[in-house]
């Protein structure tokens, strides 16, 4: 197994995308992933290791079997996906081929982060992940379909959770877990 110590982060962004494009930056899941990045910049204790730094940049003329390829170069090398799912994501081709590889070929567990909701009780309650929750899951098929597969971990867009997350050994591939749904169980 190759060096992977990467977070992948896999989020919807209109096609063709270039992070030189102006739209790309009003595009709200890409916002989150930036977050990320300045969330590291601002310090390097922070756990987030940005796959997309690793490997070439993807320009917005480039053709889809070379895409793919960068998108597949960029998941060997990670340990794990860092999903972004929101009421803004859609089912984009990219998106669909990043979530498939990665947990299909290469057995990524998944972090999803759930933007539009803060509080750990807005991700789960008793019986386990909220319907609103698992409502969001239909937007991403592939996701929703393979993700018994690998270990995911269901966090609402809080700073402290997402470090949590980024550093729980359980989502890695290297250590995880048994394939199941986690969650942050509620305070008392």
């Given at each position: 197994m190759s060096n992977r110590t990467a977070n992948y982060a896999a989020f919807y962004v209109?096609?063709?995308?270039s992070e030189?494009?102006?739209g790309a930056f009003s595009t709200p899941d890409f916002l989150y992933y930036n977050q990320l990045r300045a969330w590291k910049s601002a310090d390097n204790s922070f756990p987030f290791i940005d796959a997309h730094a690793k490997t070439y940049s993807v320009r917005d003329g480039s053709e889809w079997e070379t895409l793919k390829r960068r998108l597949h170069d960029r998941l060997n090398v990670s340990k794990n996906i860092v999903l972004f799912l929101s009421a803004n994501t859609?089912?984009?081709?990219a998106l669909r081929e990043e979530i498939e590889y990665g947990i299909n070929s290469r057995g990524l567990p998944v972090i999803?982060?759930?933007p539009d909701f803060k509080k750990k009780s807005d991700i789960c309650c008793t019986t386990g992940i909220k319907k609103q929750i698992r409502d969001l899951w239909d937007k991403l098929p592939v996701f929703r379909d393979n993700m018994d597969k690998v270990a995911t971990l269901h966090v609402p867009y809080k700073k402290e959770l997402i470090k949590s997350a980024?550093?729980?050994p359980d989502l890695r591939v290297q250590t995880m877990v048994d394939p199941n749904a986690y969650f942050f169980t509620i305070d008392n």
């Open positions: 209109a096609e063709p995308f030189s494009n102006l859609k089912n984009s081709r999803v982060i759930y980024l550093e729980d």
